[in-house]
């Protein structure tokens, strides 16, 4: 994963569940010409990854910021990454990929209405944590072209089965490929009291168990 990534104020900086896709996207075959599709890119730190080993990358998100900070990056590095603003089923709507890779919210969170600005935008996602999530499962099998790959990432806590369940009953191939236990930030320290009483916690509970869950179009 590229080091020393500029990020603008409130763009989501990569972190350990970054790192753990980004693992995850070493193990894949990426070559020159590879289409690549990021959903929430971020600093672009996982589509510059691929654009590295030559793929042709499209990183999308729907922060402003975050699009300004992944082409920004881009240029530092001078690699050909085209960085659009939106909401990935509109903006990638038509197209299909080699591969996919997601790092989307996944933070329960108490409101409904996903956040519209600010950080919280990056990581909350609704009551069960899996608004985005849903919609990925959703719309991705269409986005992946025959023998074409989502790698994806999120909280335990959102239901990895279920993600895995989504998929399957879309025709694709899924399974867990890899797991991280991570202390909680300040985030989910925030929201304890909420998450027991969602029975999304225990009162004893300190690690956050992350999730990649490899999804293939058979």
Not at 13 to 19: A, L
Not at 113 to 130: H, T, Y
Request: charged letters at 20%; one cysteine or more; hydrophobic letters at 45%.
């Amino acid at each position: 994963m590229p080091a020393g990534l500029i990020a603008l104020p409130g763009v989501y900086q990569p972190q350990v569940d970054t790192r753990l896709l980004a693992q995850a996207l070493a193990q894949e075959t990426v070559t020159r010409g590879t289409e690549v599709l990021e959903i929430g890119t971020g600093t672009g730190a996982l589509a510059l990854h691929a654009a590295c080993r030559g793929a042709r990358v499209t990183a999308i998100d729907v922060c402003w910021r975050a699009v300004a900070t992944a082409r920004l990056n881009a240029a530092r590095r001078r690699l050909p990454l085209r960085v659009v603003h939106g909401d990935f089923a509109t903006r990638a709507a038509g197209s299909r990929y080699d591969l996919i890779v997601a790092n989307p919210p996944y933070v329960p969170a108490p409101e409904t209405r996903l956040p519209s600005r600010g950080p919280e935008r990056a990581w909350d996602a609704g009551p069960d944590g899996r608004a985005v999530i849903d919609r990925i499962c959703a719309n991705v099998p269409a986005l992946l072209r025959p023998g074409g790959v989502l790698l994806m990432v999120h909280s335990g806590m959102c239901g990895s089965q279920e993600t895995v369940d989504r998929f399957g009953a879309a025709g694709l191939g899924a399974e867990v490929t890899s797991r991280a236990l991570v202390p909680w930030g300040p985030v989910l320290r925030s929201r304890r009291a909420w998450l027991e009483r969602q029975g999304l916690a225990t009162d004893a509970e300190e690690l956050e168990e992350l999730v990649v869950i490899r999804a293939q179009n058979l």
